[in-house]
């Protein structure tokens, strides 16, 4: 048996005091690091019980944006009327993943801090630098149907698993933390990172500091959005490749602005705002949204196991860039792709 200490945090000050400790996590709808305890993946010495602080709402703000608790279910998050009107890119990843029970339990701060589902970081029995730092990486030359085509390392090769952050990229959220050196906001982009040479750090978080918030702008692109999902089995999988868009469309029927986010090919929701920037003015047509594939595509690479994935994600960006385009977003009951 591995022990481990538990407490319940009454509010903030006190979470983050206690999260200053040494192998400390945060427990709030448990449904990953619950997982992983079992599996003996995360051997944490102290678990904060952070169930109890008040960041479970939903609130406008004066920008004209959402702030969503950390707190927040990513059921009531979906299922919330101003997410459904001005964030339904968001509504609908969110609703792309996981299982209704699960989505009733696993929180918006939860979410962001998810951890690979890489086959071999979850088994402990194989070498993996992202569970034990120098130990190497057993999927390199390993089964790899589900790893990365963009921005992996020679030290790792896994992908981040959420479907809404892949939306929050696209929206560009911002992240709001507090931690012993007070509080800070993270953009989305910088949150999550490449695993460069030191894959065991998922994000940029520094020790200690909890999540409060995830900040929506004003901007949701509820006209023109669409999440497309691929994924091995319809009814409930991690995706092989995602793909968050959410455009506008000025009066003459052109492009205005231009969000273009993809998830399940990197170890962070990829964008290129070079992809992005040609899409912008441009008329919507199937040249286009090629040519913002390749773009986004630019430097990927298989691992043998996933090089379909490549002309999979090129294929998937022009469909969901069309979707996105004429105002048809991917159905999330109907999860056939049209
Ligand atoms: Fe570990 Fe990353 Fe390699 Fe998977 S891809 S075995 S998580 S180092």
Known sequence: M???DYARAADVAAAVRAGAAERTRFLAGGTNLVDLMKENVERPLHVVDINRLALK?????DDG????GALATNADTAYDARVQSRYPLLASAILAGASPQLRNVATNGGNLNQRTRCYYFYDTATPCNKREPGSGCSAIGGVTRIHAILGASNHCIATHPSDLC???AALEAEVQVTGPAGERTIPLSDYHRLPGDAPERDNTLAPGELVTAIDLPAEGFADHYTYLKLRDRLSYAFALVSVAVGLTLEDDGTIGD???????????PWRSTEAETLLQGAVPSE?????????LLKGAVGQGGNDFKIELARRAIMRALKQAAD?????????RVR
Not at 65 to 68: A, K, M, T, V, Y
């Open 287 to 295: 040249g286009i949204f090629r040519a913002a594939a390749e773009t």
């Open 327 to 335: 105002g048809t977003p991917q159905s999330q009951t109907d999860k």
């Open 258 to 268: 231009a969000r273009v986010a993809l998830g399940g090919v990197a170890h962070k």
């Open 166 to 168: 892949v939306a929050l």
């Open 57 to 61: 709402d939903i609130e406008d703000r």
């Open 65 to 68: 944006g959402l702030r969503l």
């Open 2 to 4: 591995i022990r481990f």
